[in-house]
């Protein structure tokens, strides 16, 4: 007699949802959340009163000249319409968007348009990317200390505090968060 071949496959397939769409989900997810408590919440920022006010993993804008200001979004900025910008180097279009966006940033920082750092002026691929280049970061610290009235030393020094190094000194470049640099601002402002 011979075995009804529907049976192992519906074992096989209960084993696949259960052991690893399940069993395998919440046992990382557990282990992540151990391990890595902050990184597993989504590395949130929160005021001192717990109210969540952005991500170290998500771009945000910042209003004023007081503020480092991160990379141009695609996306707005919503995280839930992460996306570049999706033209080709070659489309006239991106062309005329960086040529613009050089031209402002140049205005803003008072310097010539070939200063301007291309992270300034281009989206990430998701369009939410919260680092920018060491360059583009410096290019902003004498407007940031105009802003707040400080010198551009004391600028500076908070963000050489924040630098990041290469990933394991090897992978990526150096970079800034741009959230975590303002959080740094304003904490000095606050400190007595």
Known sequence: MHTPLWR????????GLLGTGLLYALLATSIAGTLFPEQADGSLVRDADGTVRGSLLL????A????????PSAAGYDPMAAAGSNLARSNPELARRVAAATAAVAARERVA?????GDLVTASASGLDPQLSPAAARLQVARVARARGWPPQRVQALLEDQLQDRQWGVFGQP??????????????AHAP
């Open 175 to 188: 970079r800034v968060n741009v959230v975590a640099l303002n959080r740094a601002l304003d904490a000095a």
């Open 64 to 71: 004023g000249d007081g503020y480092f200001q991160a990379r």
């Open 59 to 62: 771009a945000q804008p910042f």
């Open 113 to 117: 348009p070939a200063q301007v750092p």
């Open 8 to 15: 192992p496959a519906i074992g096989l397939t209960l084993f």
